[in-house]
């Protein structure tokens, strides 16, 4: 059974970085699916944030392109998504999705991880 875990959230100042990683188990051909990852923020609803595809082409949403940076290592099945310059309205919690599409789409997203909760002081 498919399994995601993120890992690498925390606490970070206006302006820092941080990356965080999310581990995928119980999968094989994991090179061929489209990987993704959304954020839900307190009171809001959960939002698309960064996708990559097979072969490593990217979308990201309006609010964190050329901030963020998604990746992927298919040798690890691990997805990686690093976050600089980040501002308080890049708290939320973190989740890593198996599917989405490259329009972020949540109703196409096959298996949510657990969350990793990215918390942004000004």
């Known amino acids: 059974q498919l399994h995601l875990v993120e890992s690498g959230g925390g606490s970070v100042q206006a302006g820092g970085s941080l990356k965080i990683s999310c581990a995928a188990s119980g999968v094989t051909h994991y090179h061929l699916y489209y990987m993704a990852w959304f954020r839900q923020a307190p009171g809001k609803e959960r939002e698309g944030v960064a996708g990559i595809d097979r072969f490593a082409a990217t979308t990201y949403a309006d609010s964190v392109k050329g901030r963020f940076t998604i990746s992927r290592d298919d040798a690890k099945n691990t997805l990686y998504l690093q976050m600089n310059s980040l501002k308080p309205e890049d708290t939320a919690m973190y989740y890593c999705?198996?599917?989405?599409?490259?329009?972020?789409?949540?109703?196409?997203?096959?298996?949510w991880g657990q969350g990793s909760q990215v918390t942004v002081s000004s």
């Open positions: 999705a198996v599917g989405g599409g490259p329009r972020l789409r949540q109703e196409q997203v096959l298996t």
